[in-house]
């Protein structure tokens, strides 16, 4: 069983930027490709970036030059973080990270971005 905790997220101002973290742990949990993931009120949960076990790096077109993923597979965790920069209102989002390939295991708690003045 793979547990997954997000953390990082808080109140932002436009422009702002934060760090968010994701760390899997638990049997099955080696380093694969993972992905961060958003979910805003009233909407679908969406794609935002993945990166593969080379560091290959894919964003979705609404945060591109924003945003950067990385990780860290040194540990005995699979750990990613996703740095985002020049933030707007409209990344106000539940913001979850996940393996990319289904099947998925199960959906952290998630963290809460606030991007409001």
């Known amino acids: 069983q793979v547990q997954i905790v997000e953390s990082g997220g808080g109140l932002v101002q436009p422009g702002g930027s934060l760090r968010l973290s994701c760390t899997a742990s638990?049997?099955?949990?080696?380093?694969?490709?993972m992905a961060w993931y958003r979910q805003a009120p009233g909407k679908q949960r969406e794609f935002v970036a993945f990166?593969?076990?080379?560091?290959?790096?894919?964003?979705a077109d609404s945060v591109k030059g924003r945003f950067t993923i990385s990780r860290d597979n040194a540990g005995a965790e699979n750990t990613v973080y996703l740095q985002m920069n020049s933030l707007k209102p409209d990344d106000t989002a539940l913001y979850y990270c996940n393996k990319l390939l289904l099947p998925q295991w199960s959906w952290g708690q998630g963290t809460q971005v606030t991007v409001s003045s």
């Open positions: 990166i593969s076990n080379s560091g290959a790096t894919n964003y």
């Open positions: 638990g049997s099955g949990s080696a380093a694969r490709a």
